[in-house]
């Protein structure tokens, strides 16, 4: 079943009222926070209210998932720990750098007996992860790992690699692409990582559209004034949707059920643009069903 994933918001797991609001705004996600918006001190609380707020439920259709901190900081254990029993749609986990990081959280969510409804979602933000992410993408073949797809941090390459980020990303296509192609590779999902000048709202949308044009499923947000640009961009627009309802018609026509190839509006359409078009009205009749736009 496909799942839209046009946007999704970070929230702190620290911040109640947020965790509230996070019910009712026209997101096709919430990342629920426990590492870079929450303060060391605040750890313990922002673990025991996602847990209460995930308890509660009412987020309705949106996928909710809980950002752990990295397997290098004292957190990771607990956080995973609630994660696991909280039972959220995922667990995202920053910095991942190798299989045997997969593997640590595997493990962990083995010997708690988390529900293997439960998948794991990797950040891409280290110079060793770019590198690594086609051995990254193939962990998947393995079950144990849970892995669900990617989600591409450009602010955090950037400190690491010092690839500045300039508007248009042109330095940072090349390892965009190569994870892109590491995920398709092996039928994972990829969100774009967000865009920190929330009150740019022109240079967000050309990012969107971009990342959009790049293959990237959605994007990661960090601002509610961002989802609807958002959820807009991302969303297949009514022509080619039609385009695509006309493409799959022609092609159910008795005369043309063994053509490999055949002529609509002057231009030859092959068999791979009707396995693309059912995937543009299967994305579009997943958004309609969300009931936000």
Same mark, same amino acid.
């Given at each position: 079943?496909?799942?839209?994933?046009?946007?999704?918001?970070?929230?702190?797991?620290?911040? *109640?009222?947020?965790?509230?609001?996070?019910?009712?705004?026209?997101?096709?996600? =919430?990342?629920?926070?426990?590492?870079?918006?929450?303060?060391? %001190?605040?750890?313990?609380?922002?673990?025991?209210?996602?847990?209460?707020?995930?308890?509660?439920?009412?987020?309705?259709?949106?996928?909710?998932?809980?950002?752990?901190? @990295?397997?290098?900081?004292?957190?990771?254990?607990?956080?995973?720990?609630?994660?696991?029993?909280?039972?959220?749609?995922?667990?995202?986990?920053?910095?991942? *750098?190798?299989?045997?990081?997969?593997?640590? =959280?595997?493990?962990?969510?083995?010997? !708690?007996?988390?529900?293997?409804?439960?998948?794991?979602?990797?950040?891409?933000?280290?110079?060793?992860?770019?590198?690594?992410?086609? &051995?990254?993408?193939?962990?998947? /073949?393995?079950?144990?790992? /849970?892995?669900?797809?990617?989600?591409?941090?450009?602010?955090? =390459?950037?400190?690491?690699?010092?690839?500045?980020?300039?508007?248009?990303?042109?330095?940072?296509? $090349?390892? !965009?692409?190569?994870?892109?192609?590491?995920?398709?590779?092996?039928?994972?999902?990829?969100?774009?990582? $967000?865009?920190? %000048?929330? *009150?740019?709202?022109?240079?967000?949308?050309?990012?969107?559209?971009?990342?959009?044009?790049?293959?990237?499923?959605?994007?990661?947000?960090?601002? $509610?004034?961002?989802?609807?640009?958002?959820?807009?961009?991302?969303?297949? $627009?009514?022509?080619?949707?039609?385009?695509?309802?006309?493409? !799959?018609?022609?092609?159910?026509?008795?005369?043309?059920?063994?053509?490999?190839?055949?002529?609509?509006?002057?231009?030859?359409? &092959? /068999?791979?643009? @009707? &396995?693309?078009?059912?995937?543009?009205?299967?994305?579009?009749?997943?958004?309609?069903?969300?009931?936000?736009?």
């Amino acid at each position: 079943m496909i799942r839209p994933r046009r946007s999704l918001l970070f929230m702190p797991g620290s911040n *109640s009222r947020a965790l509230e609001k996070a019910r009712n705004l026209p997101v096709d996600g =919430i990342i629920l926070d426990l590492e870079d918006s929450v303060a060391p %001190d605040a750890k313990a609380m922002a673990r025991d209210q996602i847990a209460q707020a995930i308890a509660r439920g009412g987020f309705g259709k949106r996928e909710v998932l809980v950002r752990v901190n @990295a397997l290098d900081s004292p957190w990771w254990i607990d956080d995973l720990d609630m994660a696991g029993k909280a039972r959220p749609g995922g667990i995202l986990v920053p910095k991942i *750098s190798s299989v045997k990081d997969l593997i640590a =959280i595997a493990d962990r969510l083995s010997d !708690i007996s988390a529900d293997t409804s439960i998948r794991v979602w990797a950040m891409i933000e280290t110079a060793r992860a770019v590198l690594h992410a086609e &051995e990254l993408a193939a962990a998947s /073949r393995d079950s144990e790992t /849970r892995l669900e797809g990617f989600v591409f941090g450009p602010n955090d =390459i950037s400190r690491e690699t010092r690839i500045r980020m300039q508007p248009g990303r042109a330095a940072m296509l $090349p390892l !965009i692409t190569h994870c892109i192609l590491a995920t398709r590779a092996y039928g994972l999902e990829i969100l774009d990582g $967000p865009y920190s %000048d929330f *009150s740019n709202v022109d240079g967000f949308a050309l990012e969107c559209a971009q990342g959009r044009d790049l293959g990237f499923d959605g994007k990661t947000l960090i601002h $509610p004034g961002q989802i609807e640009a958002c959820n807009a961009i991302f969303t297949p $627009p009514a022509e080619e949707i039609a385009q695509a309802r006309k493409i !799959i018609a022609a092609f159910a026509r008795p005369e043309n059920a063994t053509r490999g190839a055949i002529s609509l509006d002057g231009q030859m359409v &092959e /068999r791979l643009h @009707a &396995e693309m078009a059912k995937r543009t009205i299967a994305i579009a009749d997943a958004i309609a069903a969300i009931g936000h736009p």
